[in-house]
């Protein structure tokens, strides 16, 4: 079988630590002909170590290559700009989050690969986390009853991140921020499970004014923060009430990373560690039980079974479960929380996308 020839346009931090170490699984099904990015030292080291024949600091000359699909990879706000070229050259696109700045423009992306029947997978790809297929399966289950209540939070730290080697500017810029770089992870969850937002009320705060990196390659530089840092949001679900943190202002947190409150049973599981065990507690028990949750890698995110299923799309033409659909619709409860925390308002969602997210039968996830 051929296998699918992808072009890696950004190879910082989140490249080499999620996608790249676990790059071993993917080699029956696709390889990687052409790596990209802005410092040519690192380019080519990431090259030679995993035995990639071209590489390149430009991304249009990328895209000219021999190739079928692009993983992009790329700072936040390169994210629109990259994958918009890329489709108009004919080439499928995995996205890492946010797939643009705006639900605008993540529709215009979605027209343009629609209109040249490319696949289009923008994460996260969370929905395909083994715990999270799980926590479906539970929910399916209906042993939990109505959700009524859930709980969320995604934190990244407090900056300068200790062992971070690539230049954290973009994470900090206007229009980034943990809303956008961690809250996706949450809202993506609740949303693909529960259902779409309705309505959203947030508040928001900013911590530092600027810190300055202590060490690696960009140690001494003075990052600006431009955004808020802390975010709270609470939203509407159908019939369940949620609440979600994200911020890069604090440091680590005792609770899970979700929780699931139904009127019969609960459950609390990690977003991002795929080894964790789900917590349950069922109906009529006092003290909540370890499921266990089967995993490929051995801990943290699983970012390259986004990876994977982009290639079965491609292949098989099978939908992206991370479709950009979803990714629309988180975008808009993003821009609703930005408005709300701005005009102290519950704001209602209404005429935007008609998200395709709707919860995917157990069977046709990995």
Same mark, same amino acid.
């Given at each position: 079988?051929?296998?699918?020839?992808?072009?890696?346009?950004?190879?910082?931090?989140?490249?080499?630590?999620?996608?790249?170490?676990?790059? !071993?699984?993917?080699?029956?099904?696709?390889?990687?002909?052409?790596?990209?990015?802005?410092?040519?030292?690192?380019?080519?080291?990431?090259?030679?170590?995993?035995?990639?024949?071209?590489?390149?600091?430009?991304?249009?000359?990328?895209?000219?290559?021999?190739?079928?699909?692009?993983?992009?990879?790329?700072?936040?706000?390169?994210?629109?700009?990259?994958?918009? %070229? %890329?489709?108009?050259?004919?080439? !499928?696109?995995?996205?890492?989050?946010?797939?643009?700045?705006?639900?605008?423009?993540?529709?215009?992306?979605?027209?343009?690969?629609?209109?040249?029947?490319?696949?289009?997978?923008?994460?996260?790809?969370?929905?395909?986390?083994?715990?999270?297929?799980?926590?479906?399966?539970?929910?399916?289950?209906?042993?939990?009853?109505?959700?009524?209540?859930?709980?969320?939070?995604?934190?990244?730290?407090?900056?300068? +991140?200790?062992?971070?080697?690539?230049?954290?500017?973009?994470?900090?810029?206007?229009?980034?921020?943990?809303?956008?770089?961690?809250?996706?992870?949450?809202? *993506?969850?609740?949303?693909?499970?529960?259902?779409?937002?309705?309505?959203?009320?947030?508040?928001?705060?900013?911590?530092?004014?600027?810190?300055?990196?202590?060490?690696? =390659?960009?140690?001494?530089?003075?990052?600006?923060?431009?955004?808020?840092?802390? +975010?709270?949001?609470?939203?509407?679900?159908?019939?369940?009430? %949620?609440?979600?943190?994200?911020?890069?202002?604090?440091?680590?947190?005792?609770? =899970?990373?979700?929780?699931?409150?139904?009127? %019969?049973?609960?459950?609390?599981?990690?977003?991002?560690?795929?080894?964790?065990?789900?917590?349950?507690?069922?109906?009529?028990?006092?003290? +909540?039980?370890?499921?266990?949750?089967?995993?490929?890698?051995?801990?943290?995110?699983? *970012?390259?079974?986004?990876?994977? *299923?982009?290639?079965?799309?491609?292949?098989?033409?099978?939908?992206?479960?991370?479709?950009?659909?979803?990714?629309?619709?988180?975008?808009?409860?993003?821009?609703?929380?930005?408005?709300?925390?701005?005009?102290?308002?519950?704001?209602?969602?209404?005429?935007?996308?008609?998200?395709?997210?709707?919860?995917?039968?157990?069977?046709?996830?990995?």
């Amino acid at each position: 079988m051929t296998r699918v020839r992808l072009a890696f346009v950004g190879v910082g931090d989140v490249a080499e630590r999620d996608y790249l170490a676990e790059w !071993h699984r993917v080699t029956g099904e696709a390889e990687i002909a052409v790596v990209c990015g802005r410092t040519p030292d690192r380019v080519r080291r990431i090259a030679d170590a995993y035995g990639v024949p071209s590489w390149s600091t430009d991304y249009r000359e990328v895209l000219t290559s021999e190739i079928d699909a692009v993983v992009n990879l790329t700072p936040i706000g390169a994210h629109y700009e990259i994958t918009r %070229a %890329a489709l108009e050259a004919g080439l !499928h696109v995995y996205t890492e989050k946010p797939a643009a700045a705006s639900s605008e423009l993540a529709r215009r992306l979605r027209d343009v690969a629609a209109g040249s029947q490319l696949v289009l997978v923008c994460a996260p790809s969370i929905l395909l986390f083994p715990q999270v297929v799980r926590v479906r399966e539970l929910l399916k289950s209906g042993g939990l009853g109505i959700i009524r209540s859930a709980r969320a939070q995604a934190f990244a730290g407090v900056p300068p +991140w200790p062992g971070y080697n690539s230049d954290p500017s973009p994470f900090f810029e206007a229009g980034a921020g943990p809303l956008v770089d961690m809250g996706v992870y949450p809202l *993506h969850v609740l949303t693909g499970l529960l259902g779409p937002v309705s309505t959203v009320t947030a508040t928001a705060s900013r911590s530092m004014e600027s810190f300055t990196v202590r060490e690696g =390659p960009f140690a001494g530089k003075v990052v600006p923060v431009e955004t808020e840092d802390e +975010w709270h949001l609470l939203a509407t679900l159908g019939g369940c009430i %949620a609440s979600v943190e994200a911020n890069f202002s604090t440091v680590g947190s005792a609770a =899970p990373d979700c929780e699931l409150r139904g009127d %019969a049973g609960a459950l609390a599981f990690s977003l991002f560690d795929v080894s964790a065990p789900i917590l349950v507690l069922r109906p009529g028990a006092d003290e +909540w039980t370890e499921v266990p949750v089967p995993h490929e890698r051995e801990g943290g995110p699983d *970012h390259v079974l986004g990876i994977k *299923h982009f290639v079965q799309c491609i292949r098989d033409g099978t939908a992206p479960i991370p479709n950009v659909d979803h990714a629309i619709h988180v975008l808009e409860v993003i821009e609703a929380a930005r408005q709300a925390a701005r005009l102290g308002q519950v704001v209602v969602l209404e005429g935007g996308s008609d998200p395709a997210f709707a919860p995917v039968p157990v069977g046709a996830l990995p």
